[in-house]
């Protein structure tokens, strides 16, 4: 154990995560030069095309007489979970921060999160070759931020492979060993999962006490259920079948799991019979803050789209789903995600992993709302517009209020705080990083920054803001429910818990996108947005037009005028029992107004 360092890569976003990785990779000789490409342990395909981390990776790395295990993570604050699962599993990490922009929004977060897990931060500058590289200044940006001596900070080129070797070495020295003892009963902490097709639910464990090996009877403590051990291995990066893992390790399980809901992330792992196990600390739950409902864009699709839930759900336990039905989508579920990139990788792996195409509708946020009920007050958590409660039950609605660090040029502290101001912001502070950057800080409603606040954002500062934010708390608001309503048929799909002072300006944006998507038919559809029961916008989808009186040559106007009156009869009966056809690209148009994409 004394020669095993656990370590992983923390950043923000495009700081170089994933190429460091690869040079680690490259210089152990864990990867061949033939096999090696760019991004290599970013293996999905979304990943690779967005050039992102999703998925943290573990992989085995061989250093001179060490055994380095290097878990790459994420960098989005999204995907913020994976990296507190993955801290958990290490003693040390490597602080990423580009020469080129200097401490982000997400390197703060990631650093705050390892030293709340008692790790060894390394601070590594990456991308010294570039010719806009400031590294002094970089360097005192980590030292007033993070307080981090500049004497400790290792400047590298992740691309051109430059200072890769004093990485390795300070890997070496200065993160500890794992501590455990391969004598005491078997105890792992499942830190990820994902499912096969045909060997079932593949189970990654760090290693703490004792060993495991093929046919060793094992327990899950939290549900208590036992399996018997199939294979263990490592991943160099490919899976690689071992005799056993020993305390300090980090690799896999196969048990012949077929039910992903048996496996838990978080959960301890010990040897069946073994008494008095306590449980390890696991991972707080995440917390989902972005909802949205998916359905089948076939009805038939259900069962398979709730197979395929649960198989992503299992090695993304931050992604949470309960069955839901709709009036007007029929079955499906509501899901629950961390943000709005996450829905959105949620839903790309759908379509390409399970090959299943989805309905999304409009993403809102959770709200508190405290109800008048027999005379008692009753507080509801809601994350659904369909069940906010009658408005003359509601004493009180509370918003979920985030703390939002904004790391921007100094140039645009105007315009910033007049974004952060239009979205009912509370300005907290101010903090100088250097003469030319500063952070602001702010209070700022969930609701106001999921959709387009980034957006914004790098707008206003050219591409140079970044931010991070975690939830604090909920705050009484003057929110109301607006209800859309298509020929006279309330539509809950596009239903939405919105601000007072907005709602009509929504109504009607999201009145405009349906009138431009929904196609005409035989009769007028009437499209209204209401407030309770005032209607804040409405607009009208004209009717098919048919010439009844186009054989008519001449001849007595009687005859026009009966053809006429039929026709008129005829389309009030068909708007009386017809219905609307809304097509799947409405729902998307809608979305897409909402979002902002």
Same mark, same amino acid.
């Given at each position: 154990m ?9 950043a923000?976003?495009?700081?170089g995560k994933s ?17 090696l490409r760019e991004q290599?342990l970013?293996n999905?395909?979304i990943e690779?095309e967005r050039?992102i981390?999703i ?6 790395l061989?250093y001179?007489n060490?055994?380095?295990n ?7 604050v999204?995907f913020?979970?994976?990296v ?13 921060v580009?020469a ?16 709340e ?9 990456n991308?010294?070759d ?6 002094e200044?970089?360097k005192?940006?980590?030292q ?12 590298v ?7 890769v070797?004093?990485?390795l070495?300070?890997i070496?020295?200065r ?6 003892d391969?004598?005491k009963?078997l105890k792992?902490l499942?830190?990820d999962a ?14 703490i006490?004792?060993?495991v090996?093929i046919?060793?009877?094992?327990v899950m403590?939290?549900?208590n259920?036992?399996f018997?051990?199939?294979?263990v291995?490592i ?5 690689v ?8 390790e980090v ?13 838990k ?9 073994v ?8 991972y707080?739950?995440?917390?989902p803050?972005?909802?949205a ?5 076939q009805?038939?699709d259900?069962?398979? #789209? ?11 336990s931050?992604?949470t789903?309960?069955?839901?039905t709709?009036?007007? #989508?029929g079955m499906g579920?509501?899901?629950g995600f961390l943000g709005?990139?996450h ?6 792996? #759908?379509r390409r992993?399970?090959e299943i195409?989805?309905v999304q509708?409009a ?11 027999r005379g008692?007050?009753?507080?509801l958590?809601i ?6 409660p009658d408005?003359l039950?509601i004493r009180?609605?509370r ?9 921007i040029p100094?140039?645009?502290i105007?315009?910033i ?12 502070k ?7 950057r ?5 209070n700022l409603p ?9 957006d914004?954002?790098k707008?206003a500062t ?8 975690v939830f604090?708390?909920?705050?009484p608001?003057?929110m109301?429910?607006l209800?859309?309503f ?10 939405s818990?919105?601000?007072?002072g ?7 944006r999201i009145?405009?996108?349906l ?5 005409r038919?035989?009769?007028?559809i009437a499209l209204?947005?209401a ?6 916008a409405?607009?009208?989808i004209?009717? #098919?037009?048919?010439?009844?009186t186009?054989?008519?040559y001449?001849?007595?106007?009687t005859?026009k ?5 039929k026709?008129?009869?005829?389309k009030?009966k ?8 809304i097509p ?7 979305l ?6």
């Open positions: 004394q020669n095993i360092r656990n370590f992983c890569i923390i923000h976003i495009d700081h190429t460091l990785a690869d040079r680690l990779l490259e210089v152990t000789g864990a990867v061949s030069p033939r096999e290599f970013d999905r395909e690779r050039g981390t998925k943290a990776k573990a992989v085995l061989r001179q060490y055994l380095l290097l878990i790459d993570t994420p960098g989005h999204d913020s979970y994976e507190l699962r993955s801290l958990k599993a290490c003693e040390g990490a490597l602080l990423l580009d080129t922009q200097g401490v982000q929004a997400q390197t703060v977060a990631n650093a705050l999160l390892a030293r897990s008692n790790l060894k931060v390394i601070p590594v500058i991308k010294i570039m010719p806009i590289a400031n590294v200044l970089t005192e940006e980590i007033k931020v993070l307080e981090i001596p500049p004497d400790e900070i290792i400047e080129s992740a691309k051109l492979g430059t200072n070797d004093k990485v070495s300070a070496v020295s993160i500890p060993p794992p501590s455990g391969v004598n009963p792992a499942i830190f994902v499912y096969d097709d045909y060997r079932g639910v593949i189970v990654f464990v760090r290693m006490d004792g060993s090996k046919d060793d009877e094992i403590l939290r549900n259920r036992n018997k051990v199939e294979e291995g991943f160099t990066p490919k899976m079948k071992v005799a056993k893992l020993s305390a300090g690799g896999y399980i196969i048990s012949g799991i077929r039910n992903s809901r048996e496996v992330v978080g959960d301890t792992i010990t040897l069946k019979g008494s008095e196990m306590t449980l390890l600390p696991g707080r739950e995440p917390l803050m972005v909802f409902g998916f359905y089948p864009v009805g038939r259900f069962t398979a #789209l709730k197979k395929s839930i649960e198989k992503l759900s299992l090695n993304d931050s992604f789903f309960e069955p839901e709709s009036e007007a #989508l579920f509501r899901c709005l990139l829905m959105d990788i949620v839903k790309e792996r #759908l992993e399970q195409e989805v509708t993403p809102n946020v959770p709200y508190e709302v405290v109800v008048i009920e008692m007050s009753k507080t958590r994350d659904n517009p369909a069940e906010f408005e039950t009180e609605v918003e979920p209020i985030v703390k939002t660090s904004l790391i100094a140039e645009n105007g315009s705080m007049t974004l952060c101001e239009l979205k009912r912001g509370e300005y907290l101010t903090e100088y990083l250097s003469p030319t500063v952070i602001l800080y702010y969930l609701g106001e920054i999921i959709y387009d606040f980034y914004k954002l707008s050219h591409g140079f803001g970044t931010m991070d934010y604090i708390g909920y705050k608001a003057d109301v429910k209800r859309i298509v020929a006279n048929t309330e539509l809950d799909a596009f239903s818990i919105v601000h007072h907005v709602a009509e300006s929504k109504g009607r009145i405009q996108l009138r431009q998507n929904i196609p038919h035989l009769f007028q209204q947005a407030v309770g029961k005032r209607i804040v409405r607009e009208n004209s009717a #098919l037009s048919k010439n009844v186009g054989k008519c001449g001849g007595d106007i005859r005028r009966k053809l006429w009156a026709q008129k009869e005829g009030k068909m708007k009386s029992i017809g219905s609307v056809e799947q690209s409405a729902f998307i148009a809608v897409s107004g909402e979002t902002g994409k």
